[in-house]
């Protein structure tokens, strides 16, 4: 059922019957017309030869379900009806789209549009029209897909088919925890606990709301099991992520072999193993609920809103890197003056997972390693990852034959360097910035949260394309002595400067749900006992940001998401490093940020990425007297003192 609104009254209602009928209902005079729709296309209807018989064919019923499949709307004092049949047994498209004017008391067809190919299988969820756009909300495999098809006014008087583009709009590629995926992450050195956890708690995976119920659900199955209950599952915790950390696995036990007295580690880690993929599991199932699509919306500057149950999500353009990666990940091809990173890819992608993540986990040790030439150390990890040696002789032979075809490879690499780390042009006066900063903010967590999950998106597609040049470092490893050592080292320092941010991006800025219920002021008490709300909701999950929320001093929402993203990224100078053997003092900076917000573990981490330069040195010791380590901060100190005279301890005391 629709209706169109009226200042007043409504004056017409539509309704859609399961055996496609569409009816127009008026106060006065009840039903004043209806129309038949047909199920298929004006486009694909097929006309019988002259002199054949076609059999009748039953009427195909809609699902009884409740669905959305009829919207009206008013275009210049014209009213319209769009109608939307489904057809599940389609191969071609999920549905068509009929649309119909109310002309007096008549229905009269306009056209008939089918939707894409995209939407085979799919089910649709709410559809709108604003302005001379359509606008279909679908759910595919669980997942909300958006597409927009735009018409021209002036041929909507023509009856019969539509025929135009439609614009498909999803999400970003992302890694979902799977099982082959949970075991690629077991492929690098490190704690099969930590890397799960670490996963399973990344910012925009999981919502908390989603880890309470699946961590409420996996609890009750280990307190139902025989024999007394661990005590990790009766003791009470602070936050969330502690809870899930003491809890999954507890039921596991290392045991010995009944005849040998050997201990049985390949059971328990075995059995580990298989508690936190059943997590998993069951997270992975709440957060399919949670994203399903509920309905589309129009946002305060014009952007298309995708409302789900647990999720608010904005349609936004790409920039280059976003829409690079999208079209080589998709094996779309792309344009010829990006054609070394078509080749890359494929280099990347035959390379295999195993080598590739060997390589990436290396790449760590690698930067830091500045008294060796570039060449030499990547000639040397090259022949401790045996990466030329993996490739199947005939792809070796197609990658190379590719290669020979760019006529300077220099030029191609640089040309991608630029592409990686490029940014918008912000072309905004130094004084203007610094009168800006005086003013007042119109910040919002709902900005500042956008341009976040944009940077995230953005620098972990900048992240996959570096690694194709890395992967191409590797393959022409023994060529790499004749090369310019400066364009090693832009190469090193990107991915240097890319690694940091995207290690920030996937670190949450706190657990964003505390399981102890407190009080709060006695004025705040006095309130809810007045309005007889004395308990306060347990329930509510605050949303998980990422660290890089926490960094973003403003949300520069007046510039665009984009340009924000690129501006913030563009202010941490990270992408601006010219050698892996120097470090900036934005670099110094950036750490020196993450240590005055308390989180010391991330900037130790990154840390480790910069050379020991006096600036990086002074803020490694401010973050062992952080941590305790008064000794080791003296020690290095005292270096610093040596180099710079007695006048640097009355400035670091300040």
């Known amino acids: 059922m629709a209706s169109c609104p009226q200042p007043s009254e409504i004056e017409n209602v539509w309704t859609l019957s399961r055996d496609r009928t569409?009816?127009?209902w008026s106060p006065k005079n009840g039903c004043i017309s209806a129309k038949i729709i047909p199920s298929t296309s004006a486009s694909r209807a097929l006309?019988?030869?002259?002199?054949?018989?076609?059999?009748?064919?039953?009427?195909l019923l809609l699902d009884q379900e409740p669905q959305k499949l009829v919207r009206?709307?008013?275009?210049?004092?014209?009213?319209?009806?769009?109608?939307?049949?489904?057809?599940?047994?389609?191969?071609?498209?999920?549905?068509?789209?009929?649309?119909?004017?109310?002309?007096?008391?008549?229905?009269?067809?306009?056209?008939?549009?089918?939707?894409?190919?995209?939407?085979?299988?799919?089910?649709l969820h709410h559809f709108t029209v604003i302005g001379a756009s359509l606008h279909a909300l679908w759910s595919r495999q669980g997942q909300s897909v958006v597409e927009s098809m735009e018409w021209e006014w002036g041929k909507v008087k023509k009856n019969g088919p539509f025929i135009g583009q439609w614009t498909t709009s999803t999400y970003p590629q992302e890694s979902e925890l799977t099982p082959s995926y949970l075991d690629e992450l077991l492929l690098t050195p490190g704690s099969m606990t930590a890397k799960f956890y670490e996963a399973t708690m990344r910012p925009g995976v999981f919502s908390p709301l989603t880890l309470k119920i699946a961590l409420e659900a996996y609890t009750i199955s280990c307190l139902s099991l025989p024999g007394a209950p661990p005590p990790q599952l009766t003791t009470p915790y602070a936050t969330l992520g502690e809870n899930i950390a003491a809890v999954v696995g507890c039921t596991v036990h290392l045991t010995r072999d009944?005849?040998?007295?050997?201990?049985?580690?390949?059971?328990?880690?075995n059995a580990l193993k298989r508690d936190w993929e059943g997590f998993i599991a069951r997270c992975r199932e709440v957060e399919r609920m949670a994203r399903w699509p509920l309905v589309l919306g129009l946002g305060s500057a014009g952007a298309l809103i995708v409302v789900e149950?647990?999720?608010?999500?904005?349609?936004?353009?790409?920039?280059?890197?976003?829409?690079?990666?999208?079209?080589?990940?998709?094996?779309?091809?792309?344009?010829?003056?990006?054609?070394?990173?078509e080749i890359l890819w494929t280099l990347k992608t035959k390379i295999g997972t195993r080598t590739m993540l060997t390589l990436e986990d290396r790449l760590t040790s690698m930067v830091q390693q500045v008294a060796f030439p570039y060449a030499d150390i990547i000639l040397d990890q090259s022949q401790r990852t045996f990466f030329r040696t993996d490739l199947d002789e005939a792809?070796?032979?197609?990658?190379?034959?590719?290669?020979?075809?760019?006529?300077?490879?220099?030029?191609?690499?640089?040309?991608?360097?630029?592409i990686i780390g490029g940014l918008t042009d912000n072309e905004v006066k130094l004084e203007e910035e610094e009168v800006e900063l005086l003013l007042p903010t119109t910040e919002s967590?709902?900005?500042?949260?956008?341009?976040?999950?944009?940077?995230?998106?953005?620098?972990?597609?900048?992240?996959?394309?570096?690694?194709?040049?890395?992967?191409?470092?590797?393959?022409?490893?023994?060529?790499?002595?004749?090369?310019?050592?400066?364009?090693?080292?832009?190469?090193l320092v990107v991915f240097r400067g890319l690694a940091m941010l995207r290690y920030v991006a996937r670190k949450a800025a706190g657990d964003g749900d505390s399981e102890q219920d407190t009080l709060g002021d006695p004025d705040d008490f006095v309130s809810r006992m007045r309005n007889m709300n004395v308990s306060q909701s347990r329930t509510r999950s605050l949303p998980v940001y990422s660290l890089l929320h926490r960094l973003l001093a403003r949300s520069w929402g007046q510039k665009g998401l984009i340009e924000s993203a690129h501006h913030f990224l563009d202010s941490v100078g990270l992408l601006q490093s010219v050698s892996p053997a120097h470090a900036t003092r934005s670099e110094a900076v950036y750490c020196e940020r993450l240590r005055l917000l308390g989180y010391l573990e991330v900037a130790g981490e990154l840390l480790n990425w910069l050379p020991r330069t006096p600036g990086v040195t002074y803020v490694l010791a401010r973050l062992w007297l952080d941590g305790g380590r008064a000794d080791d901060a003296a020690a290095l100190l005292d270096g610093l003192a040596a180099r710079f005279g007695r006048l640097f301890f009355k400035v670091a005391s300040l």
């Open 309 to 341: 149950r647990e999720r608010v999500c904005v349609r936004v353009g790409e920039d280059l890197p976003l829409r690079l990666h999208r079209l080589l990940s998709s094996s779309i091809a792309v344009e010829p003056q990006y054609g070394l990173m």
């Open 395 to 418: 792809d070796d032979s197609w990658i190379t034959g590719r290669l020979q075809s760019i006529e300077d490879l220099d030029q191609a690499i640089r040309f991608g360097l630029d």
């Open 22 to 24: 569409l009816r127009a």
């Open 72 to 123: 009206a709307f008013e275009h210049e004092n014209h009213i319209y009806v769009l109608v939307f049949i489904p057809t599940p047994s389609s191969t071609t498209s999920g549905g068509v789209f009929h649309l119909f004017e109310q002309a007096s008391e008549q229905l009269v067809t306009r056209f008939s549009l089918e939707s894409s190919l995209i939407s085979v299988h799919c089910q």
């Open 47 to 59: 006309t019988p030869a002259p002199g054949t018989i076609t059999p009748a064919k039953p009427t």
């Open 445 to 491: 967590e709902w900005s500042r949260a956008l341009t976040a999950s944009f940077i995230g998106i953005t620098v972990n597609a900048r992240y996959s394309l570096c690694l194709t040049i890395i992967a191409l470092l590797h393959f022409l490893a023994e060529d790499l002595g004749d090369w310019d050592p400066s364009l090693l080292a832009e190469v």
């Open 258 to 269: 009944p005849q040998t007295g050997a201990q049985q580690h390949d059971k328990y880690w």
